[in-house]
């Protein structure tokens, strides 16, 4: 399914149709910032009231041609999370190791497993798309660390923007193992169309009503 022709990111996009998902990106995260101001807002106060610390969470993610940037959430977790993870079990630190996340993760807060069920906590990088840093639709936005798991197809990955949603979360979302998603990264890169993304912005709609896959 994969070849070699994937090492030449420059085939995995063409400009007419990155002009037209520039424009589809811009559209959706301003209509949506619009839309759910309010509830924007509604959780902002909840974050704030139930919990010490910031309400936004901010991270450190590789961007299109390795520009790091800022990536925005909801924050789901304690003030002291980096601290707990000294904490964590041996099976805690394998599975984290694995997938850089936690199925009962002892950081997040009560608020923070409701947000992130329903990927709530996720709507503020609706900033990051206006800001030009992300898309609607893309790969998964990884970290320094997580990058060199790409391996053969780090080239392609940072070829274009990373999503807030993509393929991998309609496809199972956290219950994907991590090899699996880096595959379903390449195949949204090698294969995108616009059409592609408004069946996933669709499937993304589906499978945050369902909770699938989300921890």
């Given at each position: 399914?994969?070849?070699?022709?994937?090492?030449?990111?420059?085939?995995?996009?063409?400009?007419?149709?990155?002009?037209?998902?520039?424009?589809?990106?811009?559209?959706?995260?301003?209509?949506?910032?619009?839309?759910?101001?309010?509830?924007?807002?509604?959780?902002?106060?909840?974050?704030?009231?139930?919990?010490?610390?910031?309400?936004?969470?901010?991270?450190?993610?590789?961007?299109?041609?390795?520009?790091?940037?800022?990536?925005?959430?909801?924050?789901?977790?304690?003030?002291?999370?980096?601290?707990?993870?000294?904490?964590?079990?041996?099976?805690?630190?394998?599975?984290?190791?694995?997938?850089?996340?936690?199925?009962?993760?002892?950081?997040?807060?009560?608020?923070?497993?409701?947000?992130?069920?329903?990927?709530?906590?996720?709507?503020?990088?609706?900033?990051?798309?206006?800001?030009?840093?992300?898309?609607?639709?893309?790969?998964?936005?990884?970290?320094?660390?997580?990058?060199?798991?790409?391996?053969?197809?780090?080239?392609?990955?940072?070829?274009v923007k990373p999503g807030?949603?993509?393929?991998?979360?309609?496809?199972?979302?956290?219950?994907?193992?991590?090899?699996?998603?880096?595959?379903?990264?390449?195949?949204?890169?090698?294969?995108?169309?616009?059409?592609?993304?408004?069946?996933?912005?669709?499937?993304?709609?589906?499978?945050?009503?369902?909770?699938?896959?989300?921890?």
């Amino acid at each position: 399914m994969f070849g070699q022709d994937l090492a030449a990111p420059a085939s995995a996009l063409r400009k007419p149709l990155n002009a037209a998902k520039r424009t589809l990106d811009i559209l959706l995260s301003f209509s949506l910032l619009l839309a759910l101001a309010p509830l924007l807002l509604i959780i902002a106060l909840s974050v704030r009231l139930t919990s010490e610390g910031p309400v936004i969470f901010r991270h450190r993610r590789v961007g299109l041609g390795g520009k790091e940037f800022f990536i925005y959430k909801f924050r789901t977790m304690t003030q002291n999370a980096e601290k707990l993870k000294d904490s964590f079990t041996p099976d805690q630190i394998a599975e984290f190791a694995a997938n850089y996340k936690l199925h009962h993760d002892p950081r997040v807060t009560k608020l923070g497993r409701i947000l992130r069920r329903t990927s709530l906590d996720e709507l503020p990088q609706l900033f990051n798309v206006l800001r030009g840093e992300m898309s609607i639709v893309g790969p998964r936005p990884v970290t320094r660390e997580e990058l060199a798991k790409y391996g053969q197809y780090t080239g392609l990955l940072l070829s274009v923007k990373p999503g807030i949603t993509g393929q991998w979360q309609v496809s199972g979302r956290s219950d994907v193992a991590y090899e699996e998603r880096i595959l379903l990264d390449v195949s949204y890169i090698t294969y995108f169309t616009i059409s592609l993304d408004l069946k996933i912005i669709l499937a993304t709609f589906r499978t945050v009503i369902t909770r699938g896959g989300a921890y």
